[in-house]
């Protein structure tokens, strides 16, 4: 049984950090892709980064790019986010998902998903 279970959301000032974890159980990590995603209130789920099986990541908005880096610890089966300068407009829910394939930007490709962490971003 596939599970993702998504931690480290909370409230932030913007500027600060949060680094978010996706446990993963009932498959092997390292033969996964895993991609993170977030959606705030009305709008798009948006794809924000992924790291393939073997561990090359792809940051998809410019928006992201030098603040957020993905990274994975097969032995701990698990894969991390960390968000760095923090802007408000990072609010939303984040949720890391899971496919058999190489890095896409689109949700519709993968088939696992967690059930999302909130981040919110505000003075």
């Known amino acids: 049984q596939l599970q993702l279970v998504e931690s480290g959301g909370g409230l932030v000032q913007p500027g600060g950090s949060l680094r978010l974890a996706c446990g993963v159980s009932?498959?092997?990590?390292?033969?996964?892709?895993i991609g993170w995603f977030r959606q705030a209130p009305g709008k798009e789920r948006e794809g924000v980064s992924c790291?393939?099986?073997?561990?090359?990541?792809?940051d998809y908005p410019d928006s992201v790019k030098g603040r957020f880096t993905i990274s994975r610890d097969d032995a701990r089966n698990t894969v991390y986010l960390q968000m760095n300068n923090l802007k408000p407009e990072d609010t939303a829910a984040y949720f890391c998902?899971?496919?058999?394939?190489?890095?896409?930007?689109?949700?519709?490709?993968?088939?696992?998903w967690g059930q999302g962490t909130q981040v919110t971003v505000s003075s």
């Open positions: 009932g498959v092997t990590l390292r033969y996964y892709t």
């Open positions: 998902a899971v496919r058999g394939g190489s890095c896409v930007s689109a949700a519709a490709y993968y088939g696992g």
């Open positions: 790291i393939d099986g073997r561990g090359v990541a792809t």
